[in-house]
């Protein structure tokens, strides 16, 4: 079992930055590609962000490409999501994921509680 734990969420006002953390409780995180998700009020969550094992290879929803930048330390057992150039319409809750495939499964095994992101306009 793969305890993951998200952190950084906040209030910021629109162009500004964040970055957000996952931390999980697994030593051998290395083995898990890691992803983000978000889910806007009233909305299904959708898929920012995946990071593959090594840290090679990374994929960014359209919506996010160019601002966000998904990134792993596998010594600190943390993966990050750096958000730049934030939008009112990046304001969901922000999911940290875990799943051993590469590439990224439709639905990934391991899932943390969330952290609030809102951005102002």
């Known amino acids: 079992q793969v305890r993951l734990v998200e952190s950084g969420g906040g209030l910021v006002q629109a162009g500004g930055s964040l970055r957000l953390s996952c931390a999980a409780s697994e030593r051998t995180v290395s083995t898990y590609a890691m992803g983000w998700f978000r889910q806007a009020p009233g909305k299904e969550r959708v898929f920012v962000a995946a990071?593959?094992?090594?840290?090679?290879?990374?994929l960014h929803a359209v919506s996010v490409r160019g601002r966000f930048t998904i990134s792993r330390d596998n010594a600190k057992n943390t993966v990050y999501l750096q958000m730049n150039s934030l939008k009112p319409e990046d304001t969901a809750v922000y999911y940290c994921a875990a799943d051993s495939r590469w590439p990224p499964p439709d639905i990934w095994r391991y899932w943390g509680q969330g952290t609030q992101v809102t951005v102002s306009s």
């Open positions: 990071i593959s094992r090594s840290g090679g290879s990374t």
